[in-house]
């Protein structure tokens, strides 16, 4: 189950960085890789796919990654759960003094307890992180890890 959250996570956040679907290809066969042979009880195996996963991250294509706009409209926040919006589908946050209202889609990965979560999951005075890009003014979460 932990391999399918991190899978889904990894490939929307490659799709968001403009990666594209090759990218997300190459890690849902290096994810598939790595979770069989973990589970065929070949770690070796396991180690070298975690290898290569790593490697091929810190690697960065100029071509694949171009420099633009969207860079500046992505947002990432830290803060308590003041109001839950279940008919918006929208979350209150709460970061020192500032307020900031976070739309949730059916395409953001939301992570409770190290599983995936929904935004029945979210409530009112818990801690939250949230990541995104804002769009027409309103921040669209990509991914939320409840705490």
């Not at 706009?69 to 803060?79: C, E, K, P, Q």
């Not at 003041?82 to 589908?89: G, I, R």
């Amino acid at each position: 189950m932990e391999l399918i959250a991190t899978s889904k996570r990894l490939c929307l956040n490659f799709v968001a960085n403009g990666r594209g679907p090759a990218a997300t290809l190459a890690v849902l066969c290096l994810l598939t890789a790595f979770g069989t042979a973990a589970e065929a009880g070949k770690p070796h195996v396991a180690a070298a796919m975690t290898h290569a996963s790593s490697a091929s991250k810190h690697h960065q294509d100029p071509q694949d990654s171009p420099q633009t706009a969207d860079d500046a409209h992505r947002f990432s926040i830290s803060g308590i759960v003041v109001a839950v919006h279940y008919d918006a589908n929208s979350v209150t946050i709460s970061s020192g003094d500032k307020r900031s209202d976070i739309v949730i889609t059916p395409t953001t990965v939301i992570e409770y307890r190290h599983e995936v979560g929904s935004i029945a999951d979210i409530h009112k005075g818990r801690k939250i992180a949230a990541s995104g890009v804002v769009r027409d003014g309103a921040m669209i979460a990509l991914t939320i890890v409840l705490k």
